[in-house]
């Protein structure tokens, strides 16, 4: 074929973005989480919408169906919202399922069909217990290959992980300090479902040990704390449980207009200037664990279509929902290279306050990680931190103008990058 | 807002078109069929193609999830045809998501990011026992104030079923004729799960009564047979067995180019030129049980898109999940006045070789419904209909230019319309 697609037909401006409270949420369902989102969204609109102003809907979710028993949930979240006629999608990529329906929505502006465009997502996984959510999230996974044979995502992230020590001399502590630095972020977001740091959580105990007249563990690092097996213990060597993201409740969404109306809607405009979406093999056929590769396909084609590098990216929220998840992503964007991520993170480039700030929001890990709604929710922190409005989170002494979001679905069969830009 | 969208952003071809057989399949996978469907596709494309050519794939499914416990099934899909690492999208909105993975590739064609895209649809729905298959269908309604109550879908279009009697003076036999005609359609489709006409099925059991010396069934028509409790029973009155589609196993696939790719690919392609879709809130929500807002919605858009009106199409493929979705769908597209539908079938109308031809493949009820494979599954008819490759069940008579499909997701939560010409 001689001819070259690849660039959108016009361009797309994100004018609004909110998202519920992340977390365990017994009394709620998926539809109060979904307006919550939906009115913490309307809020951010400063030059105001009305509903009747959205053509159409996209809905990530990745299993409503095996979660609560709710199939074709995107009519029901559009009736909740009062968007009923109007055109819902629902898009499933597993643990990308929001980032892909941004991507649609995006492609659903740029193809001239609708200039205002809801995207969100949603998740509620607290309903079942937690051996079923570990079951349905393998479900993701290709079961005919990996879920039969006892394969569960912390075993598979494990697999990864071993991978990364062996091949580039990363430790556990490596993995540790991911954890401590998202959390460090989630501290700081009122929204996340750990609003709290690792050294919060440690002090809490050691406290709770006095009062009780236990043992006062001899903790004086988060390090010391996440190496002892009783505070954090192993789930899938070497990924302990402060490894690994929480089971959550949660919905974002973000309006999408087409970028000559974005003036209309708000005083400081988003603009969605490269997406990119790629497919992988399951973990089981790959040649390589410590890359993946979906996300370099993904990250090249939204650079492309950005005109813009790896080294100009400001912030990025990135995937983690394991931590080795978080070093693999910032190798695969170009951040670092191949096997230098684990050490950037030791020396704090990847922190709020370093040379490559990530996941400031606190990350899958401390902020939650509702599958469906992840992508979304990535979306929100760049919008509060591109319009200098992160609160105590903000990043210091950064002007954001350019920044990533990176949402994997499973072990990488699914990944999708975005880059953002205010002018 | 003053703007007007509306219109894609460029014009969409149909360059290949192909199924699976539709039936039950305890010796396949769901990768099995897809990659029948695919291959069967593949040979449809006149002028050639290769699969490195597709740079884009939307998969329909309802729910892999609950039928096979297999989420984020479309990188999967895209792994066993090839496509890796290429963008894969799973799009759902229970049985309209095959027209709703459709309508997303014509959005993103339109959009300008791809030129060559494969939309498809895939169900395995035999592996569950049928109680649970009926259970699983049930998550598509509103399961908070509809499937909690002990509404399966029978009994939610019984509803429907039983308002359009009262409201028009239909009667039992009006459903049972459009069981009948499909029959007839499907007997002439090599690929259809019920490949026998109801005269067939009933002859067979006369024979089948004479050759073990039972009693011989007093039937003399194909209504009498329908009629007899004992071989038509009551699943929820007044839908009886045949007048409720199966369940079925299967999957289609189409190749989408953007228009001015149309002719490098086909020396008869067809043209997409309209494109509906809407939502409804769920059925116990509704003032009218007799008419699906969400399809008039749909055919509203897709028409004014085409810029043609209900009575310049020619021939059909809509929902007809259950007898009475058939006669519903064919007034909400406006081919028939409101209370009118019972009475076309009635005299003929909608019949192969009636003025207006509707569902000729045997429609889901003989052809099978595979719920996310069904909607791409009536594109593969039309597709055989307006290029005369329908075989025995080409419509006599007739040089097809102008088609329409209709896919509805559970009672209308969903529909999409789409609309075909040829140059």
Redesign the interface.
Known sequence: ?S?K??????GVALVGAGMSKFGSFADK?TRDLFVEAYSAMVKTVDKGMETR?I??IYVGN??S??F?????I???M??WIG????????????CASGG?ALR?AV??V???????VLASGTEKMTNLPTERVTDTLA??????YE?CCGFTFPGLYAAIASAYMDKYGATPEDFMRVGIKNHRNGALNPKAQFNSSIRDIMNARIEKAKQKGQPVPNWKEELDFLRDPQANPIVAWPMRLFDCSPITDGAACLLLV?ED?AQ?FSSKPIYIIGSG??????LH?REELTSI??AR?AAQEAYAMAGVKPQDIQIAEVHDCFTIAELVASEDLGFFKPGEGYKATREGVTARDGAKPINTSGGLKAKGHPVGASGIGQVVEIWHQMRAEAGQRQVPGKDIRLALTHNV??TG??CVVHIFNRR
Chains 1, 2 share one sequence.
């Open positions: 074929m001819r697609a690849g660039k959108l037909g016009r369902t102003d053509q159409s990745f299993s169906d095996l609560e028993g709710q199939g074709h995107a009519p029901i559009a009736d968007l009923v006629p109007k055109p819902a999608t629902r898009v499933e990529a597993a892909l649609q492609i659903a740029a193809s001239g069909l609708y200039d205002i479900s993701a996974s290709d079961i005919l879920a087409a109306l209309n979406h790629g497919s992988d093999h399951a056929e590769n979906s396909v679905g499973a069969g699914t």
